[in-house]
């Protein structure tokens, strides 16, 4: 889903406050976007009930970043982090739970 090309920047949660997303219709088939729902949902199982991070690799107006936090919910357009940040759905690339 996401190419070698692709080399985002770390971030922190703090650091959402000024990222602008960009709200991309990725060109995912059917299969990737299923795997990305699945990945979402594990990642949310896994942070409530083991505090776990995951790193989320999304894309804004200044290019791929990425953020390591716990992820406690979604509804359809939105993803809930730890600490009361959100990312939109539509501009995740992938997502990766951080088991240590």
């Given at each position: 889903?996401?190419?070698n090309e692709i080399n985002p920047v770390?971030?922190?949660?703090?650091?959402?406050?000024?990222v602008h997303f960009e709200r991309i219709s990725?060109?995912?088939?059917?299969?990737?976007?299923?795997?990305?729902?699945?990945?979402i949902f594990n990642a949310i199982i896994y942070g409530q009930s083991n505090d776990c991070?995951?790193?989320?690799?999304f894309k804004?107006?200044?290019?791929?970043k990425?953020?390591?936090?716990?992820i406690l919910s979604k509804n359809s357009d939105w993803l809930m982090l730890k600490g009361g940040k959100?990312?939109?759905?539509?501009?995740?690339?992938?997502?990766?739970?951080?088991?240590s």
């Amino acid at each position: 889903m996401v190419g070698n090309e692709i080399n985002p920047v770390q971030i922190f949660n703090e650091d959402l406050a000024s990222v602008h997303f960009e709200r991309i219709s990725p060109m995912f088939s059917v299969l990737q976007k299923t795997s990305l729902i699945q990945k979402i949902f594990n990642a949310i199982i896994y942070g409530q009930s083991n505090d776990c991070k995951s790193n989320v690799i999304f894309k804004t107006d200044d290019g791929y970043k990425q953020i390591n936090s716990v992820i406690l919910s979604k509804n359809s357009d939105w993803l809930m982090l730890k600490g009361g940040k959100y990312i939109p759905i539509q501009s995740i690339l992938n997502i990766e739970i951080l088991r240590s």
